[in-house]
């Protein structure tokens, strides 16, 4: 099992530019999660999905759109990059099942818009 | 408002010494609790889950204790290594089955030889 790949590994966008951070898990988690990570601000939660169809809000959500059409993908989408969107984003994934909830997190995109 | 605080200095400690990091929230009422560890550049890997109705729980080198009267989870590491040098981060559930977690700022740990 690959687990939870992302990608790009890095990226650096301009003020306004859009673009797609994919991510997609081999595990038939039902359960996914984007989150940023920040310096000082630990991981907060833009968007989450509990199954393909189905995606809600987290802590973060401005600026990014989520969907979810198959089990394995959960691409994250950013309408129109801004420099408050810097940052390393990581996607997560869990089984609904399974008695420790221990969430799968990918390597990771380190983004940087100028 | 809810908070996780966890300690934001660094831990340094010696090889062979027990390390104990600290997890402390208010306005939560969490269901569970998490451990991650996280190394430099990449994702955070899971530990160690605790639930409100356990005390304590132990996976060799690592036990969490979880006291929701003080609404405290401690992370210890018993005979550490340099290996065990990371940052640890405490993550809450509010509700067990399918819940969002919010996860501390993480506390780093760095074990000399």
């Known amino acids: 099992n690959a687990g939870v790949t992302q990608t790009p590994k890095f990226q650096v966008l301009k003020t306004g530019q859009s673009m797609t951070l994919q991510c997609a898990q081999d595990?038939?988690?039902?359960?996914m999660s984007w989150y940023r990570q920040d310096p000082g601000m630990g991981l907060r939660l833009i968007h989450y999905?509990?199954?393909?169809?189905?995606?809600d809000q987290g802590e973060v959500p401005n600026g990014y759109n989520v969907s979810r059409s198959t089990t394995e993908d959960f691409p994250l989408r950013l309408l129109s990059a801004a420099p408050s969107q810097t940052s390393v984003y990581f996607c997560?994934?869990?089984?609904?099942?399974?008695?420790?909830?221990?969430?799968?997190f990918g390597p990771g995109t380190r983004l940087t818009v100028t | 408002s809810q908070k996780i605080e966890q300690n934001s200095e660094a831990l340094n400690i010696q090889e062979g010494k027990t390390a104990t990091l600290t997890c402390n929230y208010t306005?939560?009422?969490?269901?569970?609790l998490q451990w991650y560890r996280q190394d430099p550049g990449r994702g955070p890997v899971f530990l160690l889950l605790?639930?409100?109705?356990?005390k304590e729980k132990r996976k060799e080198r690592l036990k969490v204790t979880f006291d929701t009267t003080l609404k405290q989870s401690l992370f210890h590491i018993t005979a550490s290594q340099p290996a065990d040098s990371a940052t640890y981060l405490c993550?809450?559930?509010?509700?067990?089955?399918?819940?969002?977690?919010?996860f501390g700022k993480g506390t780093m740990l760095l074990v000399s030889p």
């Open positions: 997560a994934s869990r089984n609904s099942a399974g008695a420790s909830y221990e969430q799968y």
């Open positions: 595990m038939n988690h039902e359960y």
């Open positions: 999905s509990v199954g393909a169809g189905i995606t």
């Open positions: 306005n939560y009422s969490p269901a569970y």
């Open positions: 605790i639930r409100e109705n356990e």
């Open positions: 993550a809450l559930a509010q509700n067990s089955g399918y819940s969002t977690l919010t």
